[in-house]
């Protein structure tokens, strides 16, 4: 199964979203991208995915246009609808899901409340992700979950 993860950045969300399904479940094709990627994955997402084991250090933003040309089972969206336009993908895709989270990467405050934020996002894309997995395993449909 081939699934894209997709934002605006590339820096944040998705990244996390990617090495978190690539970690869970090996078999699966995952990619992210971003339509306006940003220069590098921020380094407060290095971070907090290091905290959990998970090295995206080496990952770097990717435009969405190099991935048009192929063909995905699942394309999930995770901008946050209330904040941002959600980036349209225009490939071949059966499935189209939206599950949405804040922007780490607007958070504003001290260093400590900064990572706050972004441990926050992180802990619910593993909880959301976690709960799609087990949905796209099962064969279930799966909806928009935000």
Same mark, same amino acid.
């Given at each position: 199964?081939?699934?894209?993860?997709?934002?605006?950045?590339?820096?944040?969300?998705?990244?996390?979203?990617?090495? /978190?399904?690539?970690?869970?479940?090996?078999?699966?094709?995952?990619?992210?991208?971003?339509?306006?990627?940003? !220069?590098?994955?921020?380094?407060?997402?290095?971070?907090?995915?290091?905290?959990?084991?998970? +090295?995206?250090?080496?990952?770097?933003?990717?435009?969405?246009?190099?991935?048009?040309?192929?063909?995905?089972?699942?394309?999930?969206?995770?901008? !946050?609808?209330?904040?941002?336009?959600?980036?349209?993908?225009?490939?071949?895709?059966?499935?189209?899901?939206?599950?949405?989270?804040?922007?780490?990467? +607007?958070?504003?405050?001290? +260093?400590?409340?900064?990572?706050?934020? /972004?441990?926050?996002?992180?802990?619910?894309?593993?909880?959301?992700?976690?709960?799609? /997995?087990?949905?796209?395993?099962?064969?279930?449909?799966?909806?928009?979950?935000?």
């Amino acid at each position: 199964m081939k699934i894209l993860v997709l934002c605006t950045g590339n820096s944040c969300r998705s990244q996390m979203a990617e090495a /978190y399904l690539k970690s869970i479940a090996p078999e699966l094709e995952v990619f992210s991208a971003g339509t306006e990627p940003a !220069d590098r994955v921020k380094p407060m997402t290095i971070e907090v995915m290091n905290e959990i084991g998970l +090295d995206v250090s080496g990952n770097r933003p990717k435009l969405v246009d190099l991935f048009v040309k192929e063909n995905f089972d699942y394309v999930v969206t995770v901008c !946050d609808h209330a904040r941002e336009t959600c980036p349209l993908f225009l490939g071949k895709v059966k499935h189209r899901v939206h599950i949405g989270f804040e922007d780490p990467a +607007d958070a504003v405050g001290t +260093d400590a409340e900064i990572r706050a934020v /972004y441990r926050r996002v992180r802990d619910s894309i593993i909880r959301d992700f976690s709960a799609f /997995y087990q949905k796209i395993k099962s064969e279930e449909p799966v909806t928009d979950a935000g």
